[in-house]
């Protein structure tokens, strides 16, 4: 399905000399070869695509399952100037995806919309997720995964399927991947210069839950509950609790719809 020459050609000459990008039809997580590749001193803009991972990462400890053919599942190398901070630089990848998405004119009429920290929504439904890893020993270097689900597969069962969302009809993953990776281009040269403040009102533009009731849960305190007020100029969740304004670092918590 996937074709490095496809890719390549709709990157245009322009675009294709800033990435490597290696085709895999197999590994266990193109997050998890990409870091090894990283510490072994693979360039900036090495990307690793797979067209099945056997061993997916997904955020917070979990697996993160897919299908060859039914989803895209690929990782970006990039190497900041020393000094970067990576604060907020997991929602700035989401707003990339989020405008590719909206490029290729998936989700239709109902804008692709964001869900902190990093989540794809369609339809309120998740359609992928994002996993920054940070590379051991260079801390300005980061290893972007992206998952995305291009088709629901068949025999996914009901609870899982009913809370997520797929592509279906944006046509060649090629296409979609080159195109993804232009606007990871834009946002990444953005973010260095002006980390993600620079990127905050866009990310907003898409948040599905600015302004609305919600539920925070974490495996090590109580749910709080409060209204969401967006994000910090460091990728914050701002949560509206008691008259007072908490800012929600951590990302080992899930948000809700209260
Ligand atoms: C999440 O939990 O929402 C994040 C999922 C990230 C999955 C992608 S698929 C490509 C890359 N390789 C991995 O092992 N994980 C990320």
New binding site residues.
């Given amino acids: 399905m996937l074709d490095i020459a496809a890719i390549t050609h709709t990157l245009g000459s322009m675009h294709a000399c800033r990435f490597d990008i290696d085709l895999l039809q197999e590994c266990p997580?193109?997050?998890?070869e990409l870091l090894s590749r990283a510490e072994a001193g693979a360039a900036s803009g090495s990307v690793v695509v797979?067209e099945t991972?056997t061993?997916?990462?997904?955020?917070?400890g979990?697996q993160?399952i897919?299908a060859p053919d039914d989803s895209l599942?690929?990782?970006l190398l990039w190497r900041f100037a020393p000094g970067t901070s990576p604060a907020g630089l997991s929602l700035a990848i989401g707003l990339a995806v989020a405008q590719a998405l909206h490029k290729v004119g998936a989700g239709g009429t109902a804008p692709i919309q964001l869900k902190w920290p990093?989540?794809l929504l369609k339809d309120g439904r998740?359609l992928?997720?994002?996993?920054v890893e940070l590379v051991p020993g260079a801390p300005h270097a980061a290893v972007i995964?992206?998952?995305l689900n291009l088709r629901l597969p068949a025999g996914m069962p009901a609870g899982l399927a009913a809370q997520s969302a797929a592509l279906e009809n944006t046509g060649d993953a090629n296409a979609l991947l080159a195109i993804i990776l232009v606007e990871l281009l834009a946002v990444l040269t953005a973010f260095a210069t002006g980390g993600f403040a620079a990127l905050r009102d866009g990310w907003r533009t898409r948040h599905a839950f600015e302004g609305k009731p919600i539920c925070l849960l974490s495996d090590f305190a109580p749910p709080r509950h409060g209204i969401c007020r967006g994000v910090d100029m460091d990728g914050a969740l701002l949560l509206e609790a008691d008259g007072r304004i908490e800012r929600i670092l951590s990302g080992e918590v899930s948000l809700r719809q209260a």
């Fill in positions: 997580s193109t997050n998890a797979a991972q061993a997916g990462r997904g955020r917070q979990r993160w897919s599942t690929f990782s990093n989540d998740k992928g997720g994002i996993l995964g992206i998952g």
